[in-house]
Antibody, heavy 120, light 107 residues
């Protein structure tokens, strides 16, 4: 049974860095048949895929153009988890953030979601 | 970027009735289309992938059809637990994109 457990702060100040972690159980972050994504949801932008990381003999990361200059996804094999860092946040980055397992393009398991508010 | 358009925005249906939800892609996505159900305060749940394949544990009353640019999710006989928001998502092109959702509410 795959489970994803998110952790991280729910409040971030403008211009600072949003950091979230997704712990994986029932699968491996190094799985060669899965990728690991972050998706966010807000009333104004709907569901928006942000990026993914995956292992295929080496590590790859791919990012949405909308956040490409500000986002980093990092796998942590020792803890079987992966993280999201989004720099220089503004109130427009306020959203519920989800991690999800990506199997050939669709998302079959999701974390519980973290509401991140960007406010001073 | 492929734009996914869902209709209607809201669908009012009585329990036991059939619900038909539509999703249109701005260009062909072949059969690389998924459907998700989301209830308030919860993460989306995968229902259908490959346009018509039910995900593990999804009841047979949920069915998906279509290919190319036009897709349909049908719920054959609505149960109380099916009242929720439904999203489609294409994974034929980058970036992965979602529709804006159809809310299925009790009539």
């Amino acid at each position: 049974q795959v489970q994803l457990q998110q952790s991280g702060p729910g409040l971030v100040k403008p211009s600072q860095t949003l950091s979230l972690t997704c712990g994986i159980s029932g699968d491996s972050v190094s799985s060669i048949s899965a990728a690991w994504s972050w998706i966010r949801q807000s009333p104004s932008r709907g569901l928006e895929w942000l990026g993914r990381t995956y292992y295929r003999s080496k590590w790859y990361s791919e990012y949405a153009v909308s956040v490409k200059t500000r986002i980093t996804l990092n796998p942590d094999t020792s803890k079987n988890q992966f993280s999201l860092q989004l720099t220089s946040v503004t109130p427009e980055d306020t959203a519920v953030y989800y991690c999800a397992r990506d199997i050939r393009g669709h998302f079959d398991h999701w974390g519980q979601g973290t509401l991140v508010t960007v406010s001073s | 970027e492929i734009v996914m358009t869902q209709s209607p925005a809201t669908l009012s249906v009585s329990p036991g009735e059939r619900a038909t939800l539509s999703c249109r892609a701005s260009q062909s996505v072949s059969s690389n289309l998924a459907w998700y159900q989301q209830k308030p305060g919860q993460a989306p749940r995968l229902l259908i992938y490959g346009a018509s394949t039910r995900a593990t544990g999804i009841p047979a009353r949920f069915s998906g059809s279509g290919s190319g640019t036009q897709f349909t999710l049908t719920i054959s006989s609505l149960q109380s637990e099916d009242f929720a928001v439904y999203f489609c998502q294409q994974y034929n092109n980058w970036p992965r994109t979602f529709g804006q959702g159809t809310k299925v509410e009790i009539k």
